[in-house]
């Protein structure tokens, strides 16, 4: 079965809409780490709201595609060679040294390495090396006859408790500032892999959309309420990521996208667009720092308004991006890059 049959439309649309989510994470998140006034995390609030939790989605949507056990893989040495290297490794090369590079001629000195953005790829390889063992295991527990441990309700199981040993790794980390070790970032993520897997495998029987919606809705306007009135330096004992509003809103959305069969032409054209999500995602972090030295200069009393400035800034880096992105595409030997 050929990749192109496989795909679903309602997940290229989710894995589109989680780009645009990344660019407003790093448009108004800032709001929530500086400081700010009440005014402005209000007006801020919502759009962040709106944008958390991109990452668990693009975990859980690679999680939906290669666990599938209607996805053949091919050979291990194959897969690695084509799905980690080509795929991953090699843009992340490329890509962290001329960010890197970048940022040094800026700065104008030469500055201690950082990932950036670019982490995320450091994150995916981890979880793609595991990926046949994780396959093996999931058809196992799949088909297992033990009651307790096997079939759903052993993904589930299985799910549940990575879940819980990413909670705890994380606050771990946190309370006592230890730097988590970049080669094991992928451990932490394993939850929204495995559940992008499980709900991709157990679609008849996800909830309806109005409790899908109802939880979606709800969990954003609690975080939103959290985010105002709850102090950073205590909200941030748990990363984002792993917040339990946080996940809630992050399943209820895949299983509300999973369950969506657009029909209009105008989402089946965007829906296409899937294949520059990475472009986006890997441009996107330099085309920000150009847009908002933009505002700084010429749109300095917008930027006060973040009601307005953050959608404004995120619509203008995504298409910039995109278009960015289309044009490094149409050089053979840079498509592998983006």
Known sequence: ???????????????????????????????????????????????????????????????????????????????????????ILLPLLVWSVGYYLWHCVKEQAWLSFQ???????????????????????????????????GGHRGLLLLTLGSYLVALAVDIYYRSYGVQQICLLWWVQYLPYYLAGSLMARTA??????????????????????????????????????????????????????????????????????YPYVMGVYLVHLAVLQVVFKLFELFLPTLSAYPVVSVPLRVLLIALISLGVTALIRKVPRLRELV
């Open 1 to 87: 079965m050929s990749e192109q049959t496989l795909r679903h439309q309602g997940l290229d649309l989710l894995r589109l809409l989680s780009v645009v989510m990344v660019i407003g994470i790093h448009t108004a998140g800032g709001f929530f780490i500086e400081d700010s006034t009440l005014s402005e995390r209000c007006q801020a609030a919502p759009w962040y709201v709106l944008s958390v939790g991109a990452v668990p989605l693009f975990v859980m949507l690679s999680g939906a595609f290669m666990l599938s056990p209607e996805r053949p893989i091919g050979s291990w040495t194959n897969f690695y060679k084509h799905r980690v290297g080509r795929k």
């Open 115 to 149: 990932w950036y953005h670019l982490w995320y790829l450091v994150m995916l390889a981890g979880l793609y090396v595991v990926t046949p063992m994780l396959r093996w295991l999931c058809e196992r527990i799949e088909h297992s006859c033990n009651p307790t441990y």
């Open 204 to 273: 008849s029987r996800l909830p309806s959309r109005g409790w899908l919606l109802t939880l979606f809705i709800g969990s954003m306007l609690l975080h939103s309420a959290l985010l105002i009135w709850v102090p950073y330096q205590l909200l941030g004992r748990v990363g984002v990521n792993f917040l339990p509003l946080v996940v809630i809103k992050v399943v209820s959305l895949f299983a509300l996208c999973y369950r969506w069969r657009p029909m209009a032409r105008p989402l089946l054209s965007v829906a296409t667009l």
